[in-house]
């Protein structure tokens, strides 16, 4: 069964803090994404990766960053936590599109961050 | 500009009652894919169907039925007779030859017993 973890599912931070979201696949895919989700806003894409160690920045970057070192994982870092911040935080992953087909997304449980 | 459109922020409706969530989506390619997903409470969507630019055929799985349509730009879904369980929100999405997912803003459903 097709599987994406993220390292909490509640979080509480303060504000100037340093947070890492983790998240972990095990499908073997070689894209993952981070998103955030904010009512009336949708989702919107953080950072993804295509593979290892390569990373693209999605519509809203500022203030965060990203490390993939294993296939598998995934990790997002807001470097100095804002109460803007705070939101509910999507990882997916997905197979590359190839030979025109693209597959789907699967998403990890979601963590919602709080920032004060 | 928005390349995937969902206008209906809420919907409200009565169980059993039949109830289409609208998807409009804006591409320039000629081979793409299209999508839904279910966020129950609990945070995770739901992947639910898939689609191509090539497949125009409605699909239905149970209560569930999608209908495609490519003069219009849509990927609208209905639920027949609905239940508190489909209760969720729902996003539209569009994939183009490319990694990138680009998502609508989603519908929040609410069936009433």
């Known amino acids: 069964d097709v599987k994406v973890t993220q390292s909490s599912r509640y979080l509480v931070k303060r504000t100037g803090e340093k947070v890492f979201l983790e998240c972990v696949q095990d499908?073997?895919?070689?894209?993952m994404f981070w998103y955030r989700q904010d009512p009336g806003l949708g989702l919107r894409l953080i950072y993804f990766?295509?593979?290892?160690?390569?990373?693209e920045k999605g519509d809203i970057p500022e203030g965060y960053s990203v490390s993939r070192e294993k296939k598998e994982r995934f990790s997002l870092i807001l470097e100095s936590a804002s109460t803007n911040q705070t939101s509910m935080y999507l990882c997916?992953?997905?197979?590359?599109?190839?030979?025109?087909?693209?597959?789907?997304?699967?998403f990890g449980p979601g963590t919602r961050l709080l920032v004060l | 500009a928005q390349k995937v459109t969902q206008a209906q922020t809420e919907i409200s409706v009565v169980e059993k009652e039949d109830v289409t969530l609208d998807c409009v989506y804006e591409t320039r390619d000629t081979t793409y894919y299209l999508f839904w997903y279910k966020q129950p409470p609990s945070g995770e969507l739901v992947f639910l169907i898939r689609?191509?630019?090539?497949?125009?055929q409605n699909e239905i799985s149970g209560r569930y039925s999608w209908n495609f349509q490519k003069s219009t730009s849509s990927f609208n879904f209905t639920i027949t007779a609905s239940q508190v369980v489909d209760s969720a929100v729902y996003f539209c999405?569009?994939?183009?030859?490319?990694?990138?997912?680009?998502f609508g803003t989603g519908t929040s459903l609410t069936v009433i017993p």
């Open positions: 997916a992953s997905s197979n590359v599109w190839r030979g025109g087909s693209q597959e789907t997304q699967y």
């Open positions: 999405a569009l994939s183009e030859a490319g990694n990138q997912f680009y």
């Open positions: 689609r191509n630019s090539f497949d125009e």
């Open positions: 499908m073997d895919h070689e894209n």
């Open positions: 990766s295509y593979d290892v160690k390569m990373k």
